[in-house]
């Protein structure tokens, strides 16, 4: 179980990497675009460019800002509840999570494959979807295995809870 945690970490490290890149690679890309165009001489296809950046964005984000913990929730309710009520609403609502992005994981790979058999292109630049469908459904299923893997902490934490 270590070397499969392990592994995970490294993949979330690699996209979250990935995700630095591509943001920093926007916003350059927006403001030489920006410039460009005030001189008449905008960059072909930025508005594209600008789109995939986004997806593999938010593709390489999805894990690590989980794993932080840095989406938003709200927990008012929730934590006048007791810990275990906590530990078993957290195990339910990750399970709902882990169901959800498991079936939306596996449809991105199947849109891929489509997408890959039909050769579509961005209208454009004429550069292949396959490849930005492939890369956010490659950081989904680190996603999806992510949200596993915390199911599994919560599971540990309520045992813990319960031998006390």
Excluded: C
Excluded at 23 to 51: C, H, N, Q, W
């Amino acid at each position: 179980m270590r070397v499969i945690i392990q592994a995970l970490n490294k993949f979330t490290d690699v996209l979250k990497l990935i995700g630095a890149i591509a943001l920093t690679a926007m916003m350059m890309l927006t403001v030489v675009d920006v410039i460009g165009r005030y001189f008449k001489s905008p960059i072909f296809g930025s508005v594209e460019l600008v789109g995939f950046l986004a997806t593999i964005v938010v593709a390489a984000a999805l894990p690590y800002t989980y794993k932080m913990d840095g989406h938003v929730g709200v927990e008012i309710l929730v934590r006048l509840l007791s810990e275990k009520t906590q530990a078993w609403i957290d195990i339910l609502t990750r399970s709902l999570t882990l169901v959800l992005f498991a079936l939306i994981t596996w449809q991105m790979f199947l849109y891929g494959e489509d997408i890959y058999k039909t050769g579509e292109v961005s209208m454009n630049l004429e550069f292949p979807i396959y490849y930005i469908v492939y890369l956010l459904a490659f950081g989904l299923l680190i996603f999806t295995v992510t949200i596993l893997e915390t199911i599994f902490h919560d599971i540990k934490k309520l045992r813990e809870l319960h031998t006390k």
